[in-house]
């Protein structure tokens, strides 16, 4: 089942609305942090994006996606859903490796169970890392986004499960999908690696 947000209309209107934002002025917290080189379509470099995991607000979910990394399942990963001045979107690890056929990316998770919502007073604003889902409140599985802007209408329907610390400029690169197909990318950029450090 496809990892949506919120309905494409809302979604549209919102990045309308939004227009690129300064760099968030997030301080690494206790961690771990997710590192994420970022490559393109033709397996050249665009730089490295650090996240800074929330274990205290969301450990399960932060558990799935340090095991993910840890297994190299993110490594290869398309942004497949990226829409300009709201999110880029990534982590399906069943259909949205760069090397295969991407057609359904979008549509998987991974072969683990999907998680239980774990919903906190975080707000969403810009570089905030959430979790994916479809409709389903805990459906959540592989798929997480960051956001390119402060969407506070996604508080307290996403797990929120990090915070961008380091390549603001590098998320703001990625290349963009086209709003009329919902942000779907055409020869999307990937994540050619992706580590956990403390």
């Given at each position: 089942?496809?990892?949506?947000?919120i309905?494409?209309?809302?979604?549209l209107?919102?990045?309308?609305?939004?227009?690129?934002?300064?760099?968030?002025?997030?301080?690494?917290g206790?961690?771990p942090?997710?590192?994420?080189?970022?490559?393109?379509?033709?397996g050249q470099?665009?730089?490295?994006?650090?996240?800074?995991?929330?274990?205290?607000k969301?450990p399960?979910?932060?558990?799935?996606l340090?095991?993910?990394a840890?297994?190299g399942?993110?490594d290869?990963?398309?942004?497949?859903r990226?829409?300009?001045?709201?999110?880029?979107q990534?982590?399906?690890?069943?259909?949205?490796?760069?090397?295969g056929d991407?057609?359904q990316?979008?549509?998987?998770g991974?072969d683990m169970?999907?998680?239980?919502?774990e919903?906190?007073d975080?707000t969403?604003?810009?570089?905030?890392?959430?979790?994916a889902?479809?409709q389903?409140l805990?459906?959540a599985n592989?798929?997480?986004?960051?956001?390119?802007?402060?969407?506070?209408?996604?508080d307290g329907?996403?797990?929120?499960v990090?915070?961008?610390?380091?390549?603001?400029?590098?998320?703001?690169a990625i290349?963009?999908?086209?709003?009329?197909?919902?942000?779907?990318v055409d020869k999307?950029?990937?994540?050619?690696?992706?580590?956990?450090?403390?």
């Open positions: 089942m496809r990892k949506f947000l309905s494409s209309a809302v979604i209107s919102a990045a309308a609305a939004q227009a690129q934002v300064a760099a968030p002025s997030a301080t690494d206790p961690g942090n997710m590192v994420i080189e970022v490559a393109d379509a033709a470099p665009k730089g490295k994006i650090v996240l800074d995991l929330f274990a205290d969301a399960k979910h932060i558990e799935r340090t095991a993910l840890n297994s399942a993110y290869g990963v398309v942004f497949h990226v829409i300009d001045g709201f999110m880029a990534t982590g399906d690890v069943q259909h949205g490796k760069h090397d991407t057609a990316a979008g549509m998987g991974s169970p999907d998680l239980a919502a919903l906190s975080v969403f604003g810009a570089g905030t890392v959430g979790m889902r479809s389903s805990d459906s592989s798929q997480f986004f960051i956001d390119l802007a402060p969407a506070s209408f996604l329907q996403y797990t929120v990090g915070q961008l610390v380091e390549g603001w400029d590098v998320l703001n290349k963009k999908g086209d709003q009329a197909a919902n942000g779907a999307p950029d990937y994540m050619a690696k992706v580590t956990i450090t403390p």
